[in-house]
């Protein structure tokens, strides 16, 4: 099964339509979930990259299917390297960071929470893409919500920031600054 697996991902592009199909077959086949995201969390296997750019989709869809592996992804999260993994993967901080503040939502413990919070702010101060640092600033948004000091920091980081960068950065950067201050 795993053969078929990793023919599947090598297979797979980062054309929407490609990613759903192969996160539509990990669902369907859950037995494949544990390979699957060994393969996105080892940054060395030449396909970590598609397999993130597909689970991300897993998350959005179904993001209790990735809760056993989220100890694993705090791990590997700070590690990722490649733009096309990063941005992914801030994406999935932001699915989990909105799910465990719902009140059925999947629950992070403090440890997973503050692991998060130390990488998504690492990644908003490096020299990340746009939509990395976006779904960061997403997510340190909303973990804030619990933790005051992340909405101070937050605010400190993106107002140091802002002028350095797009206007689509600059834009997200303003809504949050509303929301922050409100």
């Not at 901080?93 to 503050?114: D, V």
């Not at 000091?149 to 809504?175: C, G």
């Amino acid at each position: 099964m795993k053969t078929i697996l990793v023919s599947k991902i090598d297979q797979s592009t980062s054309h929407r339509k490609s990613r759903v199909f192969l996160s539509n077959y990990i669902i369907r086949n859950e037995n494949l979930l544990n390979d699957f995201i060994e393969i996105a969390f080892d940054i060395k296997h030449e396909l970590h990259i598609k397999a993130f750019w597909s689970l991300e989709l897993v998350c959005e869809k179904k993001l209790k299917l990735f809760v056993p592996y989220i100890d694993d992804f705090c791990e590997t999260f700070p590690t990722l390297k490649d733009d096309s993994a990063i941005r992914p993967a801030t994406k999935i901080c932001m699915f989990l960071a909105k799910s465990n503040h719902r009140k059925n939502g999947i629950s992070l413990t403090q440890e997973q929470e503050h692991n998060l919070i130390e990488a998504l702010i690492d990644r908003l101060i490096q020299d990340e893409k746009v939509a990395a640092k976006v779904y960061s600033m997403k997510a340190l948004f909303v973990l804030g919500k619990k933790y005051d000091w992340v909405h101070e920091e937050l605010k400190t980081i993106i107002e140091q920031d802002y002028s350095n960068h797009t206007a689509a950065y600059q834009a997200a950067t303003r809504n949050l600054l509303k929301k922050i201050n409100k």
